[in-house]
């Protein structure tokens, strides 16, 4: 009997973890959401692993996920070179589209930071 209450423990101590672990996916935080930047005519709405973008009054259209580490997520294209960042910080989404190679160059996903190259777009309520 004791031993069956420390499995249960343990399974609900594992489920709990783990639970807590995907409520911090930022794809969770961005699932069903849209940013947008109506000065730059730039619009991001998430429906899970697919993004719909808008960038500088370009259609991308849709995109899927290629990639995520922390608060950073790639979204890539079929047949297109570029590749698209967006860097979540709080309610604002930092985006912007590089090559592969640029982003190879700066050492992966996890170098990536914030600059000016990056437009901010706000959360649409």
Same mark, same amino acid.
């Given at each position: 009997m004791k031993k069956q209450i420390k499995l249960i423990k343990l399974?609900?101590?594992i489920f709990i973890?783990?639970?807590l672990i995907s409520c911090k996916n930022v794809?969770?935080?961005v699932k069903g959401k849209t940013?947008?930047?109506e000065q730059?005519?730039?619009i991001v709405a998430f429906k899970g692993k697919i993004a719909y973008i808008m960038m500088g009054g370009m259609d991308?259209?849709?995109?899927?996920?290629?990639a995520k580490y922390k608060n950073k997520l790639v979204y890539v294209k079929e047949n297109i070179d570029y590749y698209y960042i967006f860097i979540l910080e709080g309610n604002t989404l930092y985006g912007r589209y590089m090559p592969l190679y640029q982003i190879g160059?700066?050492?992966?996903?996890?170098n990536i930071?914030? =600059? =000016?190259?990056?437009?901010p777009l706000k959360l649409v309520k």
């Open positions: 399974f609900l101590m973890v783990i639970s794809v969770n935080s940013y947008a930047n730059s005519a730039s991308i259209g849709e995109v899927e996920l290629a160059y700066m050492g992966g996903i996890k930071e914030i =600059d =000016d190259s990056f437009i």
